[in-house]
Each structure stands twice: as structure tokens, then as C-alpha cells.
């Protein structure tokens, strides 16, 4: 499975960001997705999850009530909609995948996905 992240960029205290990310090499259906992001300095922390049906979602603390995951199984996509962004979201975001037998079961731990995209780059500016 190939994964590629989009969207990231600069944005102001308070301003909103979409990320992207899109997938191949796998059938989209069987696949878990998930959001992580790593800090300058800091190491990768969980962000978001959704499961292979879109219907069960994960959120790491930080994050509840701002960004909402979610997937497009016929674009074979997955989003991260980002609001009221802090500077305290500035990081690296990662979408990672996994095969999943459970069809509504989203995995917050990093160690649970198997293929990795590239990062975009989110700067939020106070």
C-alpha cells in the first residue's frame, strides 16, 4: 500500500487546514487509516483513526472537538479536517494504513499500521 499526504502548509492561530491522503495498492474497503504527526524535538503522537467502514473514529486528547477524520471509499482517500489550530499543532502529519479484519474497529497505537506515508508539514503561526 503507497500513501500519499497533502495539504499541509502555514496558517494562522485560530485558521483551518484539510489534509489528504491518498492510497493504492491495496483494496481501499480492507484498510484502516490514521492520522499521527511528530513535533520538532518531540516524538510521533496519535492524532486520529477511523476504521475500515468510516463508522467507528479515534481521537488523541489534544484534538477532540477540532479535527474530524474521515474517508472516501471510492476516492480512496482519507482526510483530516483541521480547525481552530493552535500553534501547539505545528508538526509533521503522518497518515499510516493497515489490513484490518474488523470492520469497525479504528487502532490509535502506531505500532498497529504497517505502511507509512511521506508527512506534510502543518505550521500554525501565533
Known amino acids: 500500500v503507497q500513501l500519499q499526504a497533502s495539504g499541509g502548509g502555514l496558517v494562522q492561530d485560530g485558521g483551518s487546514l484539510r489534509l489528504s491522503c491518498a492510497t493504492s495498492?491495496?483494496?481501499?474497503?480492507?484498510?484502516?487509516l490514521g492520522w499521527f504527526r511528530q513535533a520538532p524535538g518531540k516524538e510521533r503522537d496519535f492524532v486520529a483513526a477511523?476504521?475500515?467502514?468510516?463508522?467507528?473514529?479515534s481521537y488523541g486528547d489534544s484534538v477532540k472537538g477540532r479535527f474530524t477524520i474521515s474517508r472516501d471509499n471510492a476516492k480512496n482517500t482519507v482526510t483530516l479536517q483541521m480547525n481552530n489550530l493552535k500553534p501547539e499543532d505545528t508538526a509533521v502529519y503522518y497518515c499510516?494504513?493497515?489490513?484490518?479484519?474488523?470492520?469497525?474497529?479504528?487502532?490509535?497505537?502506531?505500532?498497529?499500521?504497517?505502511?507509512w506515508g511521506q508527512g506534510t508539514k502543518v505550521t500554525v503561526s501565533s
Open positions: 499510516a494504513a493497515r489490513f484490518s479484519v474488523s470492520n469497525s474497529y479504528s487502532f490509535a497505537q502506531q505500532d498497529k499500521y504497517d505502511y
Open positions: 495498492g491495496g483494496t481501499f474497503s480492507t484498510i484502516a
Open positions: 477511523i476504521s475500515r467502514n468510516g463508522i467507528s473514529t
